[in-house]
């Protein structure tokens, strides 16, 4: 393999260059990524850097001394992958052919029909929806927050502790139900009203009002909330319409196996775009977590240089981390399915505990409130347990 | 030397935090050494002492970056920096620990409240 093009440079992306320097590949290796900025860490986006803790500086991902000898196309976008001339196309008309291709192309945030142009209405999934978050939270006033999950639910965290009336708004009964079931997500949702915050369930929003700026979100029941900013976080597409029309197989971003394999020779996928087959559950899953785009790709990587002739190991079972109000959120496992969860340490009222999750008597997740300690262990037992 | 903890007290597998400022942990491993080396993740505030203990590395409690107790290297982001290392000593069953002289690399959010600043 002569040539190598990563398309995707966040931490997916990142992690397969590495991946293929440490594996001993020192063949050209080019990383093409849509966003101008090298590659940075997302997750503090929600919390240390919209609050200003931390800068732009803090977020990358590289180190000062890392030399991955790579070719980095940045500001250069995607449009098209030919699998007969084995070539990416980008949105400039340049072509970049390789022999081997990781698919790193990330997911985008959903938006809100209607919101084009309305001024004070934001996104949160790249520095640059970051930095013009933090511009306008930093006016103060009212915060209205589209959607109770993760990003969503960091954001009000952010902007509580920024001194912001914050509203959020959850069209589901109770928010984080998907990730981490009825109860619990009724458990870590309720640190909004600990602190005040406004939260508002099983509610849709129909739309937005204001001429250039935003002034409220008009919700179905009739119910109007004024707002100042409004910040929608109703979850992530996979960025992979690019690859329409490429004969490779896509079904929830692309499919893949257990190693990142596509459908189409010399092409893996990794990261948020990546629809792996879990052979946990004989099932496929995309998963969004941080952890999996930086650990998985070093199997894909394997399964690219050996041409497929490689054995899958199993994966770590997924977690995730949040941070809300200063309390810290884990999670290992996968919460759908379980037929009971119960708290084996601490209280839920404290907002201090381990809850395990099971189905049919046998551990399928595990969810720690400000319990690393003793979440580090239960996860550790759980990835033996699990394999 | 700081005085940690009696050998007997600290089994395989486990840490003890010294509470000192900035704090550092002494790990006793399952091949039955022991390493000392600050205990706050350079990335965000997390006591490693929480953390991962395999082999001779710890992995952060929060996140996914594992730290070589030996040499206080870290492995993959998030973190970028080293944690220091510290010497260890251990008299008559019980373990000291001799500090690094050398400038702690502490995450931003820490960094910014030891010198005063916003955080």
């Known amino acids: ?387 | 030397m700081i005085p940690a903890c009696r050998l007997a007290d600290l089994p395989r597998g486990e840490a003890h935090r010294l509470d000192i400022e900035p704090p550092v942990s002494v790990f006793h491993t399952d091949d039955g050494e022991l390493f000392a080396i600050d205990d706050t993740c350079t990335h965000q505030d997390a006591s490693l002492a929480d953390g991962w203990l395999e082999g001779c590395e710890v992995e952060c409690p929060l996140h996914a970056s594992k730290f070589d107790l030996r040499t206080g290297a870290v492995d993959a982001p998030p973190a970028k920096l080293p944690v220091r290392t510290h010497e260890v000593v251990v008299e008559d069953g019980m373990v000291h620990v001799r500090l690094s002289a050398d400038a702690p690399n502490l995450p931003p959010c820490i960094s910014a409240r030891l010198a005063g600043g916003a955080a």
Request: include cysteine; charged fraction near 25%; glycine fraction near 14%.
């Open chain 1, 1 to 387: 393999m002569r040539t190598v093009a990563v398309v995707g440079a966040s931490l997916a992306g990142l992690s397969a260059a590495r991946s293929l320097r440490q594996r001993g590949y020192d063949g050209r290796l080019v990383v093409i990524g849509e966003e101008s900025h090298r590659p940075y860490d997302r997750p503090p986006l929600s919390k240390e850097f919209l609050a200003g803790t931390i800068g732009e500086a803090d977020l990358a991902l590289e180190r000062d001394d890392e030399e991955l000898h790579a070719e980095w196309l940045l500001g250069a976008r995607a449009t098209g992958l030919d699998r007969t001339a084995r070539a990416i196309r980008l949105a400039d008309g340049r072509e970049v052919r390789a022999d081997g291709v990781v698919i790193a192309t990330g997911a985008a945030a959903r938006t809100l029909p209607g919101a084009e142009g309305l001024a004070g209405v934001h996104v949160l999934r790249t520095l640059d929806d970051a930095r013009a978050l933090r511009d306008d939270l930093a006016r103060g006033g009212r915060l209205v927050v589209i959607g109770g999950g993760f990003v969503g639910a960091e954001v009000a965290s952010t902007a509580y502790a920024l001194g912001l009336d914050v509203t959020v708004i959850e069209a589901a009964p109770t928010p984080l139900a998907g990730p981490l079931g009825e109860t619990m997500g009724a458990v870590v949702s309720a640190l909004h009203t600990d602190h005040g915050v406004r939260l508002l369930c099983g509610v849709g929003v129909k739309g937005l009002s204001g001429e250039r700026q935003v002034e409220a979100v008009l919700l179905e029941d009739g119910r109007s909330v004024p707002a100042d900013t409004v910040v929608v976080g109703v979850g992530a597409r996979p960025c992979v319409d690019w690859l329409e029309g490429s004969g490779i197989t896509l079904d929830n971003g692309v499919k893949c196996g257990a190693d990142g394999r596509t459908s189409l020779a010399g092409v893996v996928a990794v990261g948020d775009c990546a629809n792996w087959y879990d052979p946990h559950t004989g099932t496929h899953r995309r998963v969004e977590h941080w952890t999996g785009a930086l650990e998985r790709p070093a199997a894909a990587v394997a399964a690219l240089l050996a041409h497929g002739a490689t054995e899958p190991g199993v994966p770590r079972a997924p977690y995730f981390w949040s941070d809300q109000y200063g309390v810290k959120i884990q999670f290992v496992g996968q919460a759908a399915g379980a037929d009971s969860v119960t708290v084996e340490e601490g209280s839920t009222d404290d907002r201090s505990f381990l809850a395990v999750y099971r189905r049919a008597g046998r551990q399928v997740a595990v969810l720690g409130m400000n319990q690393p300690r003793l979440f580090t262990r239960a996860r550790k037992q759980f990835g033996t347990a699990a394999s």
